[in-house]
């Protein structure tokens, strides 16, 4: 397992950005598979974007495509976040999730990953 850490949360009217960070523990991070995930009071884990090893290919649930962007910089241990466009039904708590796996189709799989951090919240305002 990776040890994972997020942070850029906070609070953000509606249209405006935010950027999370997600900074792993080993210097083996370039050989991990990374994505987010994000769960709303009352409702289930669900798939934000994946990224695979090398940060070339990237994969995105259907509410944040063409809004959010994944990367990662294997040189800084770290995998990022660009959240543009925000809306209300986005505010939730982001988490950082990282598998030694390939990334296939497999990824929107919650159950799948092996290591979770603990979480950062984004809050959309009106």
């Known amino acids: 397992q990776v040890q994972l850490v997020e942070s850029g949360g906070g609070l953000v009217q509606a249209g405006g950005s935010l950027r999370l960070s997600c900074a792993a523990s080993?210097?083996?991070?370039?050989?991990?598979?990374m994505g987010w995930f994000r769960q709303a009071p009352g409702k289930e884990r669900e798939f934000v974007a994946a990224?695979?090893?090398?940060?070339?290919?990237?994969y995105y649930g259907d509410s944040v495509k063409g809004r959010f962007t994944i990367s990662r910089d294997n040189a800084k241990n770290t995998m990022y976040l660009q959240m543009n466009s925000l809306k209300v039904e986005d505010t939730a708590v982001y988490y950082c999730?990282?598998?030694?796996?390939?990334?296939?189709?497999?990824?929107?799989?919650?159950?799948?990953?092996?290591?979770w951090g603990q979480g950062t919240q984004v809050t959309v305002s009106s």
């Open positions: 999730t990282a598998d030694i796996k390939p990334l296939n189709t497999w990824f929107p799989q919650r159950a799948l990953w092996d290591s």
């Open positions: 080993r210097r083996t991070f370039s050989t991990y598979s």
């Open positions: 990224i695979n090893l090398s940060g070339r290919s990237t």
